[in-house]
């Protein structure tokens, strides 16, 4: 079984704060997704990384994709209160239709 | 543009009655459909995935099941709800790459 480990599990910060979450495997996959939730709703995909030591960026939200395609991490630079929720990160195979969750990490901005 | 929806957002249950939660995409012909199930602190366990009209295939041996009878179409049921069956249940579909778009999710809460 190919897992997801996703760190930490929970973080608090204050709004202008940088912060990083990781999201580990000792699996390669040949893409990497990440997907923000928020209370009561379905996860809405942030973007996705295919290419090892990719570096894709959204805003202030950056993300990159290991050189050994094993791991991911967002950056997320001054946060804000509505960059609060759930983050997880998804790993994908060539030719399979299934995704890995992680399990998430739960962020919470306080203005 | 493509859209899912999945209802009822909210579903309060006795243990034993059956259940069917119905989810619909437009916009796009095709698709692979998912039953992702959240429960708190688990991230997405994948219950159901089809990539087409009558193709099923089922991650976890459980009481529920999925039918597709229409190409957009996809309902999760179950004959007799157990306790353990509470949680947050989401419809997505996907992309050949692999990425994944969430309906708006099901609270099931069994009682």
């Known amino acids: 079984t190919q897992l997801l480990e996703q760190s930490p599990q929970f973080l608090s910060i204050q709004e202008g704060e940088n912060l990083t979450v990781y999201c580990n495997s000792s699996?390669?996959?040949?893409?990497l997704q990440w997907y923000r939730q928020e209370p009561g709703e379905g996860p809405v995909l942030l973007v996705t990384v295919v290419t090892g030591g990719e570096v894709k960026k959204l805003k202030r939200l950056t993300f990159q994709f290991g050189d050994a395609r094993k791991d991911s991490s967002l950056h997320i630079t001054a946060a804000q209160p509505g960059d609060t929720g759930l983050y997880l990160c998804?790993?994908?195979?060539?030719?399979?239709?299934?995704?890995?969750f992680g399990k998430g990490t739960k962020l919470s901005v306080i203005p | 543009s493509q859209t899912i929806h999945q209802w009822p957002a909210t579903l309060v249950q006795p243990v034993g009655s059956p259940l069917s939660l119905e989810c619909t995409v437009e916009g796009t012909s095709n698709p692979n459909l998912y039953w992702y199930r959240q429960a708190a602190g688990r991230g997405l366990q994948l219950l159901f995935y089809s990539v087409g009209i009558g193709q099923i295939s089922s991650e976890v041996p459980q009481n529920l099941s999925a039918s597709r009878p229409q190409d957009r179409q996809f309902i999760l049921s179950s004959k007799k709800l157990l306790l353990s069956d509470s949680g947050f249940y989401l419809c997505?579909?996907?992309?050949?790459?692999?990425?994944?778009?969430f309906g708006e999710g099901s609270r099931l809460t069994v009682l």
């Open positions: 699996s390669v996959f040949s893409s």
């Open positions: 997505a579909w996907g992309l050949y790459t692999g990425e994944l778009f």
């Open positions: 998804a790993g994908g195979r060539a030719g399979s239709y299934q995704l890995t």
